[in-house]
């Protein structure tokens, strides 16, 4: 059974700088990768979708990076914002996914 | 894009009771899942919900506990039956679009007493 891994589990940085998260899974032969935002109480905002053919995916200040070999991936957010405060979530899957437990990102105005 | 929404936001609802869940897309899609978010936990995957046939559980879940319907390619409910406090969770409805991105709706926050 494919199990996801989010490192680190919480991360909080000022304001502007520029952050990674990080994300790998047991299974390599993987569909599909998808990265979500959650914020409190509400449901999930997908951000970016790396299908299995592809490395990379750039959304804004947003880019994913995908490395079946390795089994990991990365989300790297760009000039961080206080709004940017949520939990990052990063999926696997075909159809139906498999997801990693997340990573709290609180951005200090 | 899939916009979807759920019906009800939130519940609390007495041990021993069922609870139906809606969940509407604005769009026709080939697939819909039913997920479950426990406190402080990640998403865990229920069933997927067949159009026109019997949902497809994951190991841990089964159809008498989480009945599921999808009558159309727009429109599903999944049903909570029996309920005990460990059934309280958010429960959540994505639906899987031609370009295999999937979408979320809100969630509907569920409390048992």
């Known amino acids: 059974k494919q199990e996801v891994t989010q490192i680190p589990a919480a991360l909080s940085v000022p304001e502007g700088e520029n952050l990674v998260l990080n994300c790998s899974f047991t299974d390599s032969a993987i569909y599909n990768l998808q990265w979500f935002r959650q914020d409190p109480g509400k449901g999930l905002t997908s951000l970016l979708l790396?299908?299995?053919?592809?490395r990379e995916q750039t959304s804004g200040r947003l880019n994913a990076s995908l490395d079946k070999s390795s089994g990991r991936s990365t989300l790297y957010i760009a000039a961080s914002q206080p709004g940017d405060s949520a939990t990052y979530l990063c999926?696997?899957?075909?159809?139906?996914?498999?997801f990693g437990t997340g990573t709290r990102l609180t951005v200090i105005p | 894009s899939a916009v979807i929404s759920q019906k009800p936001s939130r519940d609390i609802c007495q041990r021993g009771t069922s609870l139906t869940i809606q969940c509407q897309v604005d769009?026709?899609?080939?697939?819909m899942f039913w997920y479950r978010q426990q406190p402080g936990q990640s998403l865990t995957l229920i069933a997927t919900?067949?159009?026109?046939?019997?949902?497809?559980?994951e190991s841990g879940f089964v159809i008498d506990k989480f009945p599921i319907s999808r009558p159309n390619l727009t429109f599903s409910t999944l049903t909570v039956s029996n309920m005990s406090p460990e059934d309280s969770s958010i429960y959540l409805c994505?639906?899987?679009?031609?370009?295999?991105?999937?979408?979320f709706g809100p969630g509907t926050r569920l409390t048992v007493t």
């Open positions: 769009s026709q899609v080939t697939m």
């Open positions: 999926a696997v899957g075909a159809n139906n996914l498999f």
């Open positions: 790396i299908q299995s053919s592809q």
């Open positions: 919900a067949n159009q026109g046939s019997e949902a497809t559980y």
């Open positions: 994505s639906a899987l679009d031609g370009a295999y991105e999937q979408y």
